[in-house]
C-alpha cells in the first residue's frame, strides 16, 4: 500500500472511530421455509417462457415420445449416466460414463443433451442442476447447443429463498434461466455463448 493510500484510509478509520454509523436492521425471515406441496407450475411456465424458452406442458407417458419429437433425426444426443432409460427409448443416445467422461469436442459435436433437474423456481423461470444422477456433470448441460430439461411439477418451489432451503449447498449448483445470452454495448442479443442456444424444458403433470 502507497503512502497516500494510507494517509487516506488512516484518515477515514478515524473519522469512523469518532462517530460509528447507526447500525441498520435488515429482516432475514422472507420465504425460508420449504413449501408445502408443489409450487405454481403455471407462473413457472409463463416465467420459463420469457426467456425464450420453449415449455411443453406434458404427462410422464410422453416423455420418451415428446423427447424423440425435439431432436429429430439426431444421432448424438448425450445422456447423464442415471438418466431413466424410459425417457430415452426412441432416440440413439451417447451416455456420459463417469469412469470414462466424454471429451469436450465430444460434447461439442453432440446434437443435443437430455437431463433432469433438481429443482424449478417459479418466480423467475430458473431451474436448478445439482449434478444428481439425472443431470450429470456440469459440463453436459454447457458444451452442446441444445439442453432438454425434465421438470416434474412436484419439483416446482416458489421462490428463490424456499429454493435454497430446499438444495443442499455442498453440490455443485447450476442455475439455469433461459438459454444462453448476452449482449454487446448495442444491445445485440447472441445467444449460445456461454451454453446452450436452444432450451427446452419438458413440464411433467403427475
Request: aromatic residues 4%.
Amino acid at each position: 500500500m502507497n503512502g497516500t493510500r494510507r494517509i487516506v484510509l488512516d484518515r477515514i478509520r478515524g473519522a469512523l472511530a469518532g462517530s460509528p454509523p447507526e447500525r441498520v436492521p435488515v429482516p432475514r425471515d422472507y420465504d425460508r421455509a420449504p413449501t408445502r406441496g408443489p409450487g405454481d407450475a403455471e407462473r413457472f411456465a409463463e416465467t420459463v417462457a420469457e426467456y425464450r424458452a420453449q415449455v411443453l406442458r406434458i404427462d410422464a407417458a410422453a416423455i420418451a415420445a415428446t423427447i424423440a419429437s425435439l431432436t429429430g433425426p439426431a444421432t448424438g444426443v448425450v445422456i447423464p449416466a442415471g438418466l431413466p432409460p424410459e425417457w430415452v427409448t426412441a432416440i440413439p443416445t451417447i451416455a456420459d460414463d463417469p469412469e470414462k467422461p466424454l471429451t469436450v469436442t465430444e460434447l461439442d459435436h453432440a446434437d443435443a443433451v437430455v437431463t433432469g433437474c433438481a429443482l424449478g423456481i417459479a418466480v423467475t423461470g430458473t431451474i436448478v442442476l445439482d449434478a444428481g444422477p439425472t443431470q450429470g456433470r456440469r459440463a453436459l448441460t454447457l458444451i452442446p447447443d441444445h439442453h432438454i430439461c425434465v421438470v416434474f411439477t412436484h419439483q416446482i418451489v416458489d421462490t428463490v429463498p424456499q429454493s435454497f432451503a430446499a438444495l443442499d449447498p455442498h453440490r455443485p449448483l447450476t442455475f439455469i434461466s433461459g438459454p444462453s445470452a448476452t449482449s454487446d454495448i448495442e444491445l445485440t442479443r447472441v445467444e449460445g455463448v456461454h451454453g446452450p442456444r436452444i432450451l427446452d424444458v419438458l413440464l411433467v403433470t403427475e
